[in-house]
């Protein structure tokens, strides 16, 4: 069974006096705008490279939480960030990675269980696949 999910972009104008918009399908994103200085410089609002960040965030904090069901533990707290780094190659600007930062709260959790899940999570994560990039992982369980 395929799950399919849509979003819609608009852009208007040249790539760095233009601008565009971005929705999703469920409206949780409605037109919401973005521009040259939104993505490559410091103007506030978003880019398509921090909802890419959010997609891999959310995507690992399930697919560990589905790891940790399958060793029977279940945790109190994932707090995970992402960052994607782009940076201009031969081929122009390209991601070329995404850091994870895990802060779990995992009662009865072992080092080694916790750390088995959140790499097995990090490799697994449908986001993960999709990325054609290096993922690196900082993860920490607190007592």
């Known amino acids: 069974m395929a799950i399919k999910r849509r979003a819609s972009a608009v852009w208007q104008g040249g790539l760095k006096d233009g601008k565009g918009v971005v929705s999703t399908a469920t409206g949780i994103l409605n037109n919401t705008p973005y521009n040259f200085s939104m993505r490559f410089e410091d103007e506030p609002g978003t880019n398509p490279e921090e909802l890419i960040a959010a997609a891999h965030a959310g995507c690992f ?27 201009k190659t031969d081929a122009g600007m390209t991601v ?15 080092e080694e269980a916790f750390n088995t899940a959140a790499n097995n ?9 999709l990325l054609n990039c290096e993922i690196t992982l900082d993860a920490s369980l607190e007592a």
């Open 61 to 87: 904090a399930m697919a560990l939480s589905g790891q940790l069901d399958a060793a029977e533990l279940k945790a109190d707290r994932l707090d995970v960030k992402a960052t994607v780094k782009m940076e």
């Open 96 to 110: 070329t990675g995404s850091h994870l930062v895990l802060v779990a709260n995992i009662p009865g959790a072992s």
């Open 121 to 129: 999570a990090k490799a697994g994560c449908p986001i993960s696949r």
